[in-house]
C-alpha cells in the first residue's frame, strides 16, 4: 500500500511555470508506476502525464506534450510533474496516483491509490 501527498499547487499567470511534486509513503514506491491527472470544474478526470517504476518510459497527454515533463526520484519517494508555458485551460486540481502496473498507462481505472489533489490556477 502507498499513500500519496501532492504539493507545489498555486496561482500562477499564463505563460509562467510550476512543479509538483508528490511524496509517496512506503519502502515499494520503486515498484509503482506513477501517474498525473487532472480535473477541472465541472468536467472528468483526465490523465497528462505517467512514469514507469524505473522511470525510464513515459507517456503524455497531447494537450501537454512538450510544456510538462513529469519525472521520479525513486531515493526520495518523489515523483514530480514540471509545467511550462501554463495556459488558463491547464487549470484543475491535479492528483498524482500509483498503479502496479509496468507501462505507464493513461487509464484511469488502472490506478488504485490517489492523493488528496493539489489547486493549479492559471490566470490569463
Known amino acids: 500500500q502507498v499513500q500519496l501527498v501532492e504539493s507545489g499547487g498555486g496561482l500562477v499567470q499564463a505563460g509562467d511555470s510550476l512543479r509538483l511534486s508528490c511524496a509517496a509513503s512506503?519502502?515499494?514506491?520503486?515498484?509503482?508506476?506513477m501517474g498525473w491527472f487532472r480535473q477541472a470544474p465541472g468536467k472528468e478526470r483526465e490523465f497528462v502525464a505517467a512514469?514507469?517504476?524505473?522511470?525510464?518510459?513515459?507517456n503524455y497527454a497531447d494537450s501537454v506534450k512538450g510544456r510538462f515533463t513529469i519525472s521520479r526520484d525513486n531515493a526520495k519517494n518523489t515523483v514530480y510533474l514540471q509545467m511550462n508555458s501554463l495556459k488558463p485551460e491547464d487549470t484543475a486540481v491535479y492528483y498524482c496516483?500509483?498503479?502496479?502496473?509496468?507501462?505507464?498507462?493513461?487509464?484511469?481505472?488502472?490506478?488504485?491509490?490517489w492523493g488528496q489533489g493539489t489547486q493549479v490556477t492559471v490566470s490569463s
Open positions: 512514469i514507469s517504476y524505473s522511470g525510464g518510459s513515459t
Open positions: 512506503g519502502r515499494t514506491f520503486s515498484s509503482y508506476t
Open positions: 496516483a500509483a498503479n502496479s502496473f509496468r507501462a505507464p498507462s493513461s487509464r484511469i481505472n488502472e490506478y488504485g491509490y
